[in-house]
């Protein structure tokens, strides 16, 4: 019973500890192959790859502290957009988890986002700032705006510097073209 947990536990990571990436996407690529070759109603697909997409995360997620070093979860995240954009054009519309998981995934990364260190390298933040945007054109194809937010969060050099962010958390009076997303 011990030994499962503790193989449970260190599901997400790799013998040095670190975020095992390639276990992961194997099964998000397995999660999206299910969702292609499914013989369910669409309705059904949908519905399954929602919830082990969600499952997935969950065990990829839960044995990182945000607070220490958010930028394993971020990774995390990042994957499992990307496999959602991926299996979008196979979701019907019709399932309501479809919107509500890419509406969850936007909001976590968004506060994710907000928890990286003020200072990040230049060249990390520029891989997720075209990582978002890529992700929100491609998702905006099959008209989905969920991403839209997060698009306009990571225009900046870095979310902190996001002038609207900055004005509503200094309490000043926000500019009304400043507030348009672009």
């Not at 500890?17 to 499914?38: I, M, V, W």
């Not at 971020?74 to 509500?100: D, G, M, Q, W």
């Not at 260190?117 to 992700?135: A, G, H």
Request: hydrophobic share 35%; net charge negative; proline share 4%.
């Amino acid at each position: 019973m011990a030994d499962e947990e503790a193989e449970q536990d260190s599901g997400s990571r790799d013998e040095s500890g670190l975020l095992d990436t390639p276990r992961l996407k194997q099964r998000l690529e397995a999660l999206e192959t299910g969702l292609r070759e499914s013989r369910e109603s669409a309705v059904e697909a949908a519905t399954e790859y929602c919830q082990q997409l969600c499952q997935t995360l969950l065990e990829y997620a839960e044995n990182w502290k945000t607070f220490e070093d958010p930028l394993p979860l971020l990774e995390v995240y990042t994957e499992a957009i990307h496999s959602y954009v991926k299996a979008r054009p196979h979701l019907t519309s019709e399932c309501a988890n479809v919107v509500f998981v890419l509406e969850r995934l936007a909001l976590s990364y968004a506060e994710l986002l907000l928890c990286l260190p003020l200072e990040l390298p230049e060249n990390q933040w520029k891989e997720i700032q075209s990582f978002v945007q890529m992700t929100h054109a491609k998702l905006m194809e099959n008209g989905s705006h969920q991403l839209h937010f997060l698009s306009y969060l990571a225009q900046e050099k870095g979310s902190w510097k996001n002038p609207v962010l900055c004005s509503i958390l200094s309490e000043e009076s926000l500019d009304q073209d400043a507030g348009k997303m672009r």
